[in-house]
């Protein structure tokens, strides 16, 4: 199986090339078109801040290839909110995937949200084998609002898609490679996919 990590100078790509090391799959780092689009499974990871993020995207013109991927696809954390419409990180427009705002969430709350929280509402192959309210591993600041393309859920000030799918695209709010053993058969719930 060819695994691509896009590699666009935001990700935490090396806790997500580990992650599949340990589950015997080598995971390629690109920026390149063709390997992009040849992979199998294509993994869009992301860590800092949205604008800036975006900005390195379309420096290499990735912003404009990755909606156009016919293969599963894998957006975490930052990843998942940049496949959103917008964010309200830095007022930018994400690649439209999702047909769903990224919000701030208020003043009630510490923010970022960092460390455990639940996902509920499990709805998706990706979750096979994961229980209600298992424990994921969180850090963020904003949260993608609740649409019909929610497949897991997470309470933190309000209610919020903690995982999101249309088509061969998948985005999740967690760090699957940083939430232990249920976070890894997410991981391979992905490749079986």
């Not at 390629?28 to 199998?40: F, G, V, Y």
């Not at 696809?73 to 998942?80: A, E, K, P, Q, S």
């Not at 229980?131 to 609740?146: G, P, Q, R, T």
């Not at 903690?162 to 061969?168: F, G, I, P, V, W």
């Amino acid at each position: 199986m060819k695994l691509v990590i896009i590699n666009y100078g935001a990700g935490n790509i090396k806790s997500i090339q580990f992650a599949f090391k340990r589950l015997g799959v080598d995971a390629i780092l690109s920026s390149d078109w063709e390997e992009i689009k040849t992979a199998d499974k294509v993994i869009f990871p992301g860590v800092g801040e949205a604008s800036s993020a975006m900005n390195k995207l379309k420096e290499s013109g990735l912003e404009k290839l990755i909606p156009t991927l016919k293969q599963p696809v894998l957006g975490i954390c930052l990843g998942m909110q940049l496949m959103c419409n917008t964010t309200e990180e830095g007022f930018t427009k994400g690649l439209g995937i999702f047909n769903v705002a990224v919000k701030q969430f208020s003043k009630n709350v510490k923010v970022p949200q960092m460390g455990w929280n639940t996902i509920s509402n499990l709805s998706s192959p990706l979750f096979e084998g994961i229980k209600e309210n298992d424990y994921m591993y969180l850090v963020h600041s904003y949260y993608a609002d609740n649409s019909e393309l929610n497949i897991a859920n997470t309470t933190y000030d309000v209610e919020y898609a903690s995982a999101l799918q249309k088509d061969n695209f998948y985005g999740v709010q967690f760090h699957p490679e940083k939430s232990g053993s249920s976070g890894e058969k997410i991981l391979q719930n992905f490749l079986n996919i």
